[in-house]
């Protein structure tokens, strides 16, 4: 089984800071791309912020310059720094990695159960 554990989330103010983490385990043979889901109440889930196994990012436009994505490729870790945080970016954050439990085996999509982030005005 692979399982995705997140972590860092909590209560914060607005232009808080806030580091999440996430940690896979299991049977996991590699993991290509891992990164950051959120979804608020009534919306849909959306990109946060990602990162290839080789360093290449993506993230949502209204996070730039203000979040930072890093992984530790060794530990299956990956971390978000939320800096200067905004009551919008309120939601449950998700982690989400793309990986092969064996290496004959296609890439699937795998996620967290989520952790609450809340900022306060």
């Known amino acids: 089984q692979v399982q995705l554990v997140e972590s860092g989330g909590g209560l914060v103010q607005a232009g808080g800071s806030l580091r999440l983490s996430c940690a896979a385990s299991?049977?996991?043979?590699?993991?290509?791309?891992m990164g950051w889901y959120r979804q608020a109440p009534g919306e849909q889930r959306e990109l946060v912020a990602s990162m290839t196994k080789t360093g290449s990012t993506t993230f949502e436009d209204s996070v730039k310059g203000r979040f930072t994505i890093s992984r530790d490729n060794a530990k299956n870790t990956v971390y978000l720094q939320m800096n200067s945080l905004k009551p919008e970016d309120t939601a449950v954050y998700f982690c989400n990695a793309d990986l092969k439990m064996r290496p004959w085996s296609s890439e699937s999509r795998y996620w967290g159960r989520g952790t609450q982030v809340t900022v306060s005005s």
């Open positions: 299991g049977s996991i043979f590699s993991i290509n791309t």
